[in-house]
């Protein structure tokens, strides 16, 4: 890979979740591998009660302290890469839960007579139904700023035209007609602040956004091409997004309330430390340096919290799939320190005591999605971080970067 090379660009890339944004400078050229240059990913303020209003607020400061942290440091960041400043020609946005909402459906067409697949015949049954996904949405509670919401995707996933699957449908006749389809929208004063601090900060006007759902999706599916069965899932700070693969395409999508944050605060009032203690004593315990004795006490209170945690998830895929049986497989995507909990918690009874008989006690084939897994994908800059969601966002905008250039 030569970093001098004239048709190389500079892209910034942002993972925006419930507890931290993470934020990338990547090297793309056409035919060559992407090159992380620089990786950050700051934390919000942890809240004992959440509020909305606030954690927006968290957000967007975050965010602007991370464009900040990029621009300060870009001399020593970028000394023998062959790039002075960072003047990004691209960004990209990831957008987790609360600040996306994610929509899996399928529109089923039944007409009497024959009728032509068109593209007016599509956009006027996506457009019906974005607007009905949207009044869902504001009616809803406990969302950021839902009064005015911006579709930022609308991804056909599958058109079968008389019961057949058709890559190509338009100007096709048929007398039925089934379209797999994935909608993300964001609150547009999320979006329109979002976008605020980019172009304030950098001179970029090729900005785009996307659901980070979408995103994970394109990444699993290039790496782990075998798979056509799957769940995957981001634990945020506060939400966790979870997903169903079956068949290589995207079948159902939700979130659900529930993340690391509230473990940590309820594992604090039930043990009396602090947030910070318990943060501590939890980073100890994942790494096996917490003592034994401590651990043996805490252990119960531990063990509860996480098998709640996979009760609701597992009765979210019950709902989502009307079935006991989804599948096994689950990659796991987060941005904090419990990971090795909450893969424990997939893979077995945590403990028989705290299970919930209406829902399936089938365990997961569980695995933390890492940066690892895309080493033959990416390449990383000497000294960054890797950063496992930023290596995904990161991929993602190579993808794009490259369909584009040809």
Same mark, same amino acid.
């Given at each position: 890979m030569s970093l001098f090379s004239p048709k190389a660009e500079l892209s910034l890339v942002f993972d925006i979740g419930s507890a931290s944004v993470g934020a990338g400078l990547v090297r793309l050229a056409r035919g060559e591998t992407a090159q992380i240059i620089y990786s950050t990913r700051e934390f919000f303020p942890y809240q004992e009660k959440v509020d909305p209003d606030?954690?927006?607020r968290n957000m967007i400061e975050t965010l602007k302290?991370?464009?900040?942290?990029?621009?300060?440091?870009?001399?020593?960041?970028?000394t023998g890469t062959g790039f002075r400043h960072v003047n990004a020609k691209r960004m990209f946005y990831s957008f987790a839960s609360p600040?996306?909402?994610?929509?899996?459906?399928?529109?089923?067409?039944?007409?009497?007579?024959? &009728?032509?697949?068109?593209?007016?015949?599509?956009? $006027?049954? @996506?457009?019906?139904?974005?607007?009905?996904?949207?009044?869902?949405?504001?009616?809803s509670r406990g969302r950021i700023h839902p009064e005015a919401l911006s579709v930022i995707e609308r991804r056909i996933i599958q058109t079968r035209l008389n019961g057949y699957d058709v890559k190509d449908?338009? $100007?096709?006749?048929?007398?039925?007609?089934?379209?797999?389809?994935?909608?993300?929208?964001?609150?547009?004063?999320?979006?329109?602040?979002?976008?605020?601090?980019?172009?304030?900060?950098?001179?970029?006007?090729?900005?785009?956004? &996307?659901?980070?759902? @979408?995103?994970?999706?394109?990444?699993?599916?290039?790496?782990?091409?075998?798979?056509?069965? &799957?769940?995957?899932?981001?634990?945020?700070?506060?939400?966790?997004?979870?997903?169903?693969?079956?068949? $290589?395409?995207?079948?159902?999508?939700?979130?659900?309330? $529930?993340?690391?944050?509230?473990?940590?605060?309820?594992?604090?009032?039930?043990?009396?430390?602090?947030?910070?203690?318990?943060?501590s004593f939890l980073k100890l315990h994942a790494h096996g340096h917490a003592a034994e004795s401590v651990t043996a006490k805490y252990q119960p209170i531990l063990?509860?919290?996480?098998?709640?945690?996979?009760?609701? &998830?597992?009765?979210? @895929?019950?709902?989502?799939q009307g079935s006991m049986f989804p599948p096994r497989k689950v990659f796991l995507f987060m941005d904090g320190d419990l990971s090795h909990f909450f893969i424990k918690a997939l893979r077995e009874d945590v403990s028989k005591n705290f299970r919930n008989p209406a829902v399936s006690a089938v365990s997961f084939d569980a695995a933390l999605f890492s940066a690892d897994s895309l080493k033959p994908f990416l390449v990383w800059g000497d000294g960054v971080p890797e950063d496992s969601l930023i290596a995904v966002v990161s991929l993602f905008a190579w993808r794009v970067y490259q369909s584009k250039k040809k």
């Open positions: 606030r954690l927006f302290w991370a464009h900040q942290k990029i621009i300060s440091e870009e001399t020593a960041r970028l600040w996306s909402i994610t929509q899996t459906k399928t529109l089923s067409v039944k007409k009497e007579k024959p &009728f032509v697949f068109t593209h007016e015949f599509l956009n $006027g049954l @996506l457009l019906d139904e974005e607007e009905k996904f949207k009044r869902k949405a504001i009616e449908p338009f $100007g096709k006749t048929a007398g039925t007609a089934d379209i797999s389809y994935f909608t993300s929208i964001v609150p547009s004063l999320v979006l329109d602040q979002t976008m605020g601090i980019s172009h304030s900060s950098h001179t970029s006007k090729n900005v785009r956004a &996307f659901a980070f759902p @979408l995103i994970a999706y394109s990444c699993l599916k290039d790496i782990f091409q075998d798979e056509s069965d &799957f769940i995957y899932a981001r634990v945020g700070g506060e939400i966790s997004d979870v997903s169903i693969v079956e068949d $290589g395409t995207i079948a159902e999508s939700a979130s659900f309330p $529930g993340g690391q944050n509230p473990i940590i605060k309820k594992f604090a009032e039930r043990t009396g430390m602090t947030a910070t203690e318990a943060v063990d509860g919290l996480m098998q709640k945690w996979v009760d609701n &998830f597992r009765f979210v @895929l019950k709902k989502l």
